[in-house]
């Protein structure tokens, strides 16, 4: 089975000389098709990091970096931006929905930065608040929304139309922890649906929801684990669990 996600071998390094800092170290992570992996480690770890390269959103120092199998580094920044657009979605911990823009205008909107007409992109939009309960809340603003709401708006936004690599920076890191479980309950639904999903938390009791856990320290990943009762546990081939 092709990984879904793959990092090879990949370090990051900012700064130079005495301002040096090596947040990632040679990470080796496969993510397969509807796989839930979950990061954890102390601050300062890595996690972020490895998360935006996965999202291309930065670029590795070293290493590789592939989607679907495809090696970013090759594709242009236009291509890179589109396949950012139409395969993989963001849930950030502060949401980042735009205040000026209903339920569904939000969760519609990177399908219109992508061309696709506004009543198209919003009946897909209005399609993912169905499947996550909250599409009676679609012509509300931001503001109006409690905050479970406007997380569950945010993950329509990540997974509307044909996106299939989902990626939380700390998603529950604003909610409580009944709402943190449902959110959790969300992205393993996702996954159930096809999805694949890299999830950043500290939170060992939400990471159980996931297929693996993996452990970052300085910048290294130094173990993994499948939690006890983990929903279809999956580990790459060869890992140790």
């Not at 954890?40 to 999202?55: N, Q, R």
Request: aromatic share 4%.
């Amino acid at each position: 089975m092709t990984a879904a996600l793959e990092l090879r071998r990949v370090s990051k390094v900012y700064g130079s000389g005495a301002t040096e800092v090596h947040a990632l170290r040679g990470v080796d992570l496969a993510v397969y098709p509807g796989e839930l992996v979950a990061i954890m480690g102390p601050s300062g770890c890595g996690k972020s990091t490895l998360l935006t390269i996965a999202g291309t959103l930065e670029e590795p120092t070293d290493g590789e970096v592939l989607v679907d199998g495809i090696e970013v580094s090759g594709m242009s920044r236009n291509d890179r931006a589109r396949m950012r657009r139409r395969s993989i979605g963001y849930v950030f911990q502060d949401f980042n929905l735009l205040a000026g823009l209903t339920a569904v205008e939000n969760a519609a909107l990177p399908l219109e930065l992508d061309g696709m007409p506004a009543g198209r992109a919003q009946g897909l939009g209005l399609r993912a608040l169905e499947e996550l309960g909250v599409a009676e809340r679609a012509g509300h603003y931001p503001d109006d929304l409690s905050g479970g709401e406007r997380q569950r708006v945010s993950i329509a936004r990540a997974i509307v139309g044909d996106r299939h690599l989902l990626l939380a920076d700390e998603p529950t890191g604003a909610l409580d922890s009944v709402n943190g479980e449902a959110v959790m309950r969300l992205l393993r639904g996702a996954c159930q649906r096809g999805v694949t999903g890299l999830v950043v938390t500290h939170d060992a009791q939400l990471a159980s929801w996931a297929d693996r856990v993996v452990f970052l320290r300085d910048g290294r990943m130094v173990d993994q684990a499948v939690p006890a009762g983990a929903p279809g546990a999956m580990l790459a081939p060869g890992a140790a669990p």
